[in-house]
């Protein structure tokens, strides 16, 4: 198997720890998901969207606590989606991984929303 080469958003170095420190939070988070392996990246893709989808005013996303159903409900359809995509995957960290996946990004969405709300 070959290794592909990779064009990373900032060169194929890590940003020098001084201008680390003049870059805001929400771009540092972006800038270090180019280290996520490519299924995840892919799995990240998928997540985002569909959160994209929940970022509207009365949003289960945005309720004070959100609802572990519609959280599994939503992370399932994901995997369903993953699955249809590829012959064969390994089913044991696909769910587990999509449910942190998605608590993430929603939990950063909704400090933003709050940030924004100030």
Not at 5 to 16: E, L
Not at 86 to 108: A, F, G
Request: aromatic share 8%; charged share 35%.
């Amino acid at each position: 198997m070959r290794n592909k080469r990779v064009n990373y958003p900032k060169g194929n170095a890590m940003v020098f720890p001084l201008e680390l420190a003049q870059i805001p939070e929400e771009e540092k988070v972006r800038d270090l998901k180019y280290l996520y392996p490519l299924e995840v990246t892919e799995l990240n893709g998928m997540v985002m969207d569909v959160c994209d989808q929940m970022e509207y005013d009365g949003s289960p996303m945005y309720d004070q606590y959100p609802d572990k159903v519609t959280m599994e409900r939503m992370a399932s359809g994901i995997c369903c989606h993953y699955c249809r995509q590829r012959d064969r995957v390994d089913q044991k960290w696909l769910r587990p991984m999509v449910e942190i996946m998605l608590c993430n990004e929603m939990n950063c969405r909704r400090e933003r929303r709050c940030r924004h709300n100030r």
